[in-house]
């Protein structure tokens, strides 16, 4: 399961990074079924494949904060014996997964009630944070009109919109990640998820960065929807991740290079808020 989790990461399967934290975290309770001869072998064991799993996505704050934090607790603790370190491991395996969660939902309900009834809203990318909000607004009556970017090349805004398009009281129209300046100008408000911010910066899928200049341009308000564990304010370098080139071309390349970054770096300056589980942080 560890290993299989690592190459999902690796293959960003998932696209939610709560949902990679999660997956991390249970993947490490594949250990609670292996013999081990002793504590000490246990630990490096954990820590041995935490590290794989960190390494999967240098970039996930919260797969790096999760896994660090589990085997960090167990390693701290010095467990007496196997038993105990493996009833350690589960319990700040639950009570990390525990958190992740409820702030994830949390977010998304403040999201709800923040978002206005009636209002033309742009997004970007796949986040299961503004999905969510956008499905408890709609169940609570209210109803929008949403544009949603692509986000090329893996076209992951194809698999939201095809979301939002279920949901009734939303009118959804996807268009291209360089047509979002053609359509800002009718929208009221841009909302996004966020992999994370650290310190004075904001780091989202890439082609974040330019919605949110234009926005700032034009007039429209960027607001980010996500848990507040995504706020790091020390402990943690942001890498950025480099795709294989195949993903925004397959023919043979020749006399020109290629480069697919993830991600892109926006600053907080270009936000008007963020909207966590711990309420409203205004910029």
Not at 19 to 27: D, E, G, S
Not at 77 to 99: F, G, H, N, W
Not at 150 to 164: N, S, T, W
Request: charged share 25%.
């Amino acid at each position: 399961m560890i290993d299989e989790t690592v190459a999902e990461i690796k293959a960003m399967q998932s696209h939610s990074s709560s949902v990679v934290a999660v997956n991390a975290a249970r993947a490490l309770e594949e250990l609670l079924e292996r013999e081990f001869t002793t504590v000490e072998e246990y630990v490096r064991t954990l820590e041995r494949n935490g590290t794989a799993l960190r390494r999967a996505n240098p970039s996930h704050a919260s797969l790096q904060n999760a896994i660090r934090e589990i085997v960090g607790d167990v390693t701290a603790a010095a467990p007496a014996d196997v038993p105990a370190a493996k009833r350690l491991t589960q319990e700040r395996i639950d009570a990390v997964v525990s958190r992740v969660e409820s702030g994830k939902q949390l977010a998304a309900t403040n999201g709800a009630e923040f978002l206005v009834d009636g209002t033309t809203v742009l997004t970007h990318d796949y986040s299961t944070t503004v999905l969510e909000a956008l499905e408890r607004a709609t169940a609570a009556g209210k109803t929008f009109e949403l544009y949603v970017t692509e986000a090329r090349p893996r076209y992951i805004g194809r698999r939201m919109v095809r979301a939002l398009s279920e949901l009734d009281g939303v009118e959804a129209t996807l268009i291209t990640d360089s047509a979002h300046g053609v359509y800002l100008e009718e929208c009221d408000r841009v909302v996004i998820g966020m992999d994370c911010i650290v310190e004075q910066t904001l780091y989202n899928r890439v082609g974040t960065y330019p919605i949110a200049a234009t926005a700032s341009q034009v007039g429209v308000p960027v607001t980010v929807f996500g848990s507040a564990s995504k706020l790091i304010t020390d402990g943690f370098v942001f890498e950025n991740e480099y795709r294989v080139e195949s993903e925004v071309m397959r023919e043979p390349t020749e006399g020109f290079a290629i480069e697919n970054p993830a991600y892109d770096a926006t600053p907080v300056s270009m936000l008007e808020c963020v909207v966590t589980d711990d309420g409203v942080l205004e910029f």
